[in-house]
């Protein structure tokens, strides 16, 4: 997916956008503050006993960043993606953003909250041994039931430098939260090695990703 040079394997230049094959949603390679698309993916989740593709989601990088931290750390580019590579993502000081955009109309606010707030405490748990309930339901804060999710609603959730963890619904900031801990826990979900079984795909590409920053 990227480059070195801030490219991307899955677009070429002329190209504006890379596609979630499962749900048909386009996601811009690069974001207005430079981070690079790294892999593209989507969420299942269970509604009235059915399985249903809830989101689609882009996973950018500080692609620079990553890049240092990576090579300070790794003499030898491997010759495929490794877990300490996982891990140094998953635990760096960097900017990192999972653009979600709701693909089923039947999405709401409150279910999304509670599968993240779920997801969180099992996450918390393998990094301390503890749910922390209390942070774990931060990643939302005391966000309002009243913001709407429609087929197209678009849901962001940023690492920033600092380990601030930043999330917007519909261009509305709802938390905005200083853990390290909680942006550990948050990006695991995504980048662990035992993430949910339809997004091991995007951990994959995520991780040629990385690759090919060597």
């Known amino acids: ?32 503050d430079g981070k690079i698309l790294y892999c593209v993916g989507y969420n299942k989740k269970s509604l009235l006993g059915l399985s249903i593709k809830a989101y689609g989601f882009g996973l950018y990088v500080d692609s620079d960043k990553l890049k240092d931290v ?6 030898k580019a491997p010759s495929k993606p490794t877990e300490e590579m996982y891990q140094l ?3 760096g000081d960097f900017g990192m953003t999972i653009k979600m955009v709701v693909s089923f109309s039947g999405v709401k606010l409150s279910m999304a909250k509670k599968g993240f707030t779920e997801a969180m405490r099992e996450s918390m748990k ?5 749910k922390n309930e209390e942070l774990s339901n931060k990643v939302f804060g005391t966000t309002s039931d009243k913001i709407k999710l429609r087929l197209g609603s678009e849901m962001i959730v940023s690492k920033l430098p600092g380990y ?6 519909n261009g509305e900031l709802v938390s905005r939260v200083e853990s390290e801990l909680l942006c550990r826990a948050y990006f695991r ?3 662990g090695e035992d993430t ?4 091991k795909e995007s951990r994959e590409m995520f991780g040629q990703s990385m690759l090919s920053l060597f």
């Open 1 to 32: 997916m990227a480059t070195s040079d801030g490219s991307s394997n899955a677009a070429t230049k002329e190209e504006a956008v890379q596609v979630e094959p499962k749900t048909g949603i386009s996601f811009p390679v690069k974001l207005d």
């Open 70 to 75: 990576l090579k300070s750390k790794i003499e």
């Open 89 to 91: 993502a998953i635990d």
């Open 126 to 130: 393998k990094l301390t041994g503890q």
């Open 164 to 169: 601030v963890l930043e999330t917007k619904v």
């Open 189 to 191: 979900n995504y980048l």
């Open 196 to 199: 949910l079984e339809c997004e």
